[in-house]
Nanobody, 125 residues
């Protein structure tokens, strides 16, 4: 059974920084693409960033240049470093993983098979 557990969500002021973590357990990780999505109140879940097993990354336009996704395969953990945060970054952030190994970078949620429970990020203005 694969489990993803997010942590690091908090209340932060505009312009501040935050780092989210996603710890993976089970028969997954090093060979699988991982991603972060977010969902704000009243809005659909949206793609934030993804990383493959080689460390290649892809970001949404809204976070490019401010957020950085990374992974530590030895710790089975994916991170999302959030810098220069804005009120529109307020959302529940979800970690996702693909069941199939491979190097693809996917921004559509149906490509991901496992999801965490989410962690709340609130940015105050």
């Amino acid at each position: 059974q694969v489990q993803l557990v997010e942590s690091g969500g908090d209340l932060v002021q505009t312009g501040g920084a935050l780092r989210l973590s996603c710890a993976a357990s089970g028969r997954i990780f090093s060979a699988n693409s991982m991603a972060w999505f977010r969902q704000a109140p009243g809005k659909e879940r949206e793609f934030v960033a993804t990383i493959n097993y080689s460390g290649n990354t892809y970001y949404s336009d809204s976070v490019k240049g401010r957020f950085t996704i990374s992974r530590d395969n030895a710790k089975n953990t994916v991170y999302l470093q959030m810098n220069d945060v804005k009120p529109e970054d307020t959302a529940v952030y979800y970690c996702a993983a693909r069941a199939r190994s491979g190097g693809g970078l996917y921004k559509i949620s149906y490509h991901y098979d496992y999801w965490g429970q989410g962690t709340q990020v609130t940015i105050s203005s």
